[in-house]
């Protein structure tokens, strides 16, 4: 009886060979194995920045954090989705309001949207669903039109476009997971795409305690003094161990894409 996984990574000598090279170094934290990777992602999708976190879910609060969601705020979520997208909206205090999904393709279903919207309303959660695009154009449209923020979920949709346009990237910002079960794999980790740098910088700040500098920053300036905490930040960092992964993985992305 034959069985199909759901999932496979593809790992090879490459990942193994650069972990161990993290692990010689003894820099193990976010470092410059996590920019690499940022910026192979960033370069990947054409978003302008991409700051990498623990999961795709901390990336989801992150990044509606970084656009001022909080309590007494809706944020409207696609009934069809997985739970860490509503989970995510909790966690700022902010209320989710579900919104039905088109059944031919299990996004968001736009007259279903403009039904869940109130005078709470504070942003729109589309979620590109199994790696299919949302149709953007019109969500844009409506976001604009009523002053809402977007976050895009796009867990599922590394290496989806939409009209020639990498998804993630129209939104305020748009979310990564690098999950074994999505299409590159750093065991866990995920990612906050944006093309604000205000909003970026806060994210920045937000994952790391809310620190106004890193720890690699002092370290490149022989700093020992712990930074100012300017925000309620979170311990959301991706270690590099992670981040060599990543590298390797954005490296094999089109071959893995295309099986």
């Known amino acids: 009886m ?4 759901i999932t496979k990574p593809f790992f090879d000598d490459a990942e193994a060979k650069a972990v161990a090279e993290v692990l010689a170094s003894g ?8 920019r690499a990777f940022e910026a192979a992602v960033a370069a990947f999708t054409g978003a302008k920045h991409a700051r990498a976190t623990t999961s ?6 992150l990044g509606l954090r970084a656009c001022g969601v909080g309590p007494g705020d809706e944020v409207i979520v696609p009934a069809y ?8 909206v909790e966690y700022t205090g902010a209320k989710t309001v579900f919104a039905d999904v088109d059944l031919e393709t299990n996004n968001l ?3 279903s949207l403009e039904r869940a919207m109130t005078p709470r309303t504070r942003a729109i959660m589309p979620v590109h669903q199994f790696g299919l695009a949302c149709d953007m154009d019109p969500i844009m449209d409506l976001a604009r039109a009523h002053n809402l923020r977007v976050v895009e ?16 990237t129209f939104g305020d910002a748009g979310c990564l997971s690098f999950h074994p079960r999505k299409s590159i794999n750093t065991g866990e980790g995920g990612m906050v795409l944006a093309n604000d740098p205000a909003l970026d910088r806060r994210v920045e700040i937000l994952r790391d305690h809310g620190l106004a500098e890193t720890d690699l920053v002092r370290h490149q300036k022989n700093v020992t003094l712990l930074p100012d905490a300017v925000d309620l930040g979170y311990n959301y960092r991706m270690t590099d161990i992670q981040g060599a ?3 390797e993985q954005v490296k094999k992305l089109p071959a893995i894409l295309e099986r």
């Open 56 to 61: 795709c879910t901390t990336a989801l609060h």
């Open 153 to 168: 979920d796009a867990a599922c949709a590394l290496g989806c476009f939409y009209k020639g346009r990498h998804v993630g």
């Open 81 to 88: 989705t997985f739970v860490a997208s509503a989970n995510a």
């Open 109 to 111: 279903d736009l007259a």
């Open 2 to 5: 034959m069985k199909v996984p």
């Open 27 to 34: 820099w193990v934290v976010q470092g410059p194995r996590v």
């Open 245 to 247: 992964v990543g590298v």
